[in-house]
């Protein structure tokens, strides 16, 4: 679309969804939120900037392919559901870890490598799919 | 969940406490391990030269794994492994009793077989529309589905395998596949979503969703709509399955695709609906099954015998296999219909057989284009005189297809006949008998055909080339040939699992107790 008032909103817009998927999937550990809804927000706003300035312009921008993308987020899932055969309690069982960072506690979960996980499938597939149908469009 | 908690709390009363044993552990590997291979796979998209080293090691694997499996729940009784250590029948179970490990480890070596065929079949083009991730991502759907112990799990692997197969089915993206995959996609989107809808039903009725708990359940409760639930399941499951009135999806898109990927759908994908069907209906509800089992019988006949006749009327090979694997569907019905030891074991030993038969025929017909230029019998012929070796293995497989011996065919069908005399149900038997009949004539008309008549004078160009080339094709279609033989000629080992798989299912008491070691953990 060649609207100036779009094309000049776009980016912030984009940068603004991005990081409100984050702030959702973080949030979706004990509240309403998640990696899947997360993803949602992000592939919609790699989406926006698809509309804005081009299909080309977004892959230049995520430098990964998103399928590799998402296949990053299956893999890593999967192994936060393996990593429980270590700790000697069945698959996908959720295992803590609480790290002192800049002596705040914080604590990680295999259970938040997952939903990683699912936000990376999510905003792979989901762009590469608005990608590809916006592909369609242009020519 | 803000810092580790000080307060002692009762982990037993919610959490599985034993550290789980490698078997344990067996249980769940066949999909996480194909699921990390296909997304390993899906993040190397630019070096589709290398999809066949991950994949090949990671099928080789799969077929270890469920074998390691397949020996542990034969001599140990069935396995349960809780996901997320919660406690059943809360927690997600992954149960595997003979019958799960049976399949899976055949379908396993189909998966294995169609992936080294592969290698050859599909292109670069075919790879970089990403054949083998979807391969890995299927086969994970097919471990999971016979896996798992959880209804609702297992429509979830349905979903996985389904969308995989819409991948594999329009890879190259042909006008004929898109008209293909859009009848197959629309017809198995209402048989699974017809799944969903029944398994809402069975939590509204059961207020569970582990099938040991189901099972246990399903034998007290009284009043509930079990008859409606099961016919519904029936339905859906006879949709995936492609059992007679709901079966038009499957000659029309099964000849579509690569060949290597009918010969993959051939081989697994309507056996899973058999298997959904051995469990949840065989397993989960008798008093029901016992009581739609005329519907069932008569519905086996009718798919044996208008399959039967429908291999008799294909001019193109493919569709005619395609009718050959519904017609070893329809015998698979008619065991279940049985509803004896005898007949669920043949249709066990049956759904092993066909899963190996199908894939080889598909394979052979490849091979068979590749020779004589041709999908038809009207234009093909000739190849007995190119490749005498290849055409002996051809007759093994469609003599094991037809149900003859000396291969794996013949067994299941003698036990399923002997099922279906033992009940009184004569008419069953015929269907059986004729249905063989037919693909006996289907199948030696083909031979006669294509292998035996002279090459037509036209196609005589085409035959120089590709008869050195392809030697993993014929790698794949020797391995499940062989495998065809040894079953057709020792045939005990298989046997003897397939009635321990049928006792498991008439009688879940192990099952259950796999899964709530206390006798009940309400």
Redesign the interface.
């Known amino acids: 679309m060649n609207t100036l008032i779009f094309r000049t909103v776009a980016p912030f817009l984009t940068a603004l969804m991005i990081v409100f998927s984050i702030f959702v999937l973080l949030r979706g550990h004990n509240e309403p939120g998640g990696g899947f809804i997360g993803g949602l927000i992000a592939a919609s706003a790699f989406a926006i900037y698809g509309i804005a300035y081009g299909v080309a312009a977004v892959r230049r921008a995520l430098w990964f392919h998103p399928l590799s993308i998402a296949g990053a987020g299956l893999m890593l899932s999967v192994v936060s559901g393996l990593i429980s055969a270590f700790a000697g309690v069945p698959f996908m069982t959720g295992l803590w870890i609480y790290p002192k960072l800049f002596g705040v506690e914080v604590p990680l979960a295999t259970v938040i490598s997952f939903d990683i996980g699912v936000y990376l499938v999510v905003v792979g597939s989901i762009t590469s799919i608005a990608l590809a149908l916006e592909e369609k469009d242009d020519a | 969940?803000?810092?580790?908690s000080s307060l002692s709390v009762d982990l037993s009363q919610a959490f599985?406490m034993a550290?789980?044993g490698l078997g344990?552990?067996l249980v769940?590997l066949p999909p996480?391990l194909m699921?990390?291979a296909?997304?390993?796979?899906?993040?190397m998209?630019?070096r589709v030269d290398r999809h066949g080293f991950i994949a090949i090691p990671a099928l080789v694997a799969l077929v270890l794994i469920d074998a390691a499996l397949l020996w542990k729940v034969s001599t140990g009784g069935p396995v349960t492994?809780?996901?997320?250590?919660w406690l059943p029948p809360f927690g997600i179970a992954?149960t595997v009793d003979v019958l799960g490990a049976l399949m899976a480890l055949v379908s396993a070596l189909a998966g294995l077989a169609a992936g080294i065929a592969a290698l050859t079949d599909i292109s670069d083009s075919g790879r970089r529309y990403?054949f083998f991730?979807f391969l890995m991502l299927l086969m994970a759907g097919v471990s999971g589905a016979f896996l798992t112990g959880d209804i609702f799990n297992l429509y979830v692997w349905f979903e996985v395998l389904l969308i995989s197969s819409f991948g594999l089915l329009i890879l190259g993206s042909e006008k004929q596949q898109i008209d293909g995959a859009l009848k197959y996609a629309v017809l198995n989107l209402i048989g699974t979503t017809l799944f969903l809808i029944s398994v809402g039903y069975l939590y509204a009725i059961f207020g569970t969703l582990n099938m040991a708990d189901i099972a246990l359940k399903a034998r007290e409760i009284n009043g509930a709509p079990l008859m409606t639930l099961s016919a519904l399941f029936i339905l859906a499951f006879a949709m995936k399955a492609a059992a007679f009135p709901v079966n038009f999806w499957l000659p029309a898109s099964y000849h579509t695709p690569r060949i290597t990927v009918s010969a993959l759908f051939g081989g697994l994908l309507t056996k899973i609906g058999i298997y959904a069907l051995l469990r949840v209906i065989v397993m989960l509800f008798p008093v029901q099954r016992e009581e739609l089992s005329l519907v069932l019988a008569i519905v086996a006949v009718l798919t044996m015998v208008l399959s039967g006749l429908g291999m008799l009327a294909q001019n193109d090979l493919r569709r005619m296999a395609g009718f050959a694997v519904i017609l070893g569907i329809g015998n698979m019905l008619a065991g279940i219909a049985t509803d004896t030891m005898v007949g669920l074991s043949g249709a066990v030993l049956y759904a092993l057989h066909s899963i190996l038969a199908m894939t080889a025929l598909y394979l052979v017909i490849g091979r068979v284009k590749a020779l004589t230029g041709s999908w038809t019998l009207s234009a093909g012929g000739g190849i007995y005189s190119m490749a005498p070796g290849f055409a002996f293995v051809s007759l093994a497989l469609f003599l094991a297809v037809a149900g003859l011996p000396p291969f794996s065919g013949l067994w299941p069908k003698i036990m399923l006949v002997k099922a279906s005399v033992d009940i009184g149900a004569w008419w069953l038997a015929a269907g059986i008998l004729i249905s063989g009949f037919l693909a006996t004539i289907a199948l030696g008309r083909t031979f006669l055909l294509a292998y035996w008549r002279p090459a037509p004078e036209s196609a005589a160009s085409v035959i120089a080339g590709p008869l050195k080339q392809d030697r993993l094709a014929a790698v794949a279609i020797l391995g499940l040939a062989a495998l065809i033989v040894l079953f057709g000629l020792f045939p005990e080992a298989p046997l003897s699992l397939s009635q321990q798989a049928a006792t498991g299912l008439l009688d879940p008491q192990s099952y259950v107790r796999s899964v709530f070691p206390q006798g009940g953990a309400q």
């Open positions: 969940m803000a810092s580790p599985v550290p789980p344990e552990w769940i996480a699921i990390t296909g997304a390993l796979l899906m993040m998209r630019h492994m809780m996901m997320g250590r992954f990403g991730p």
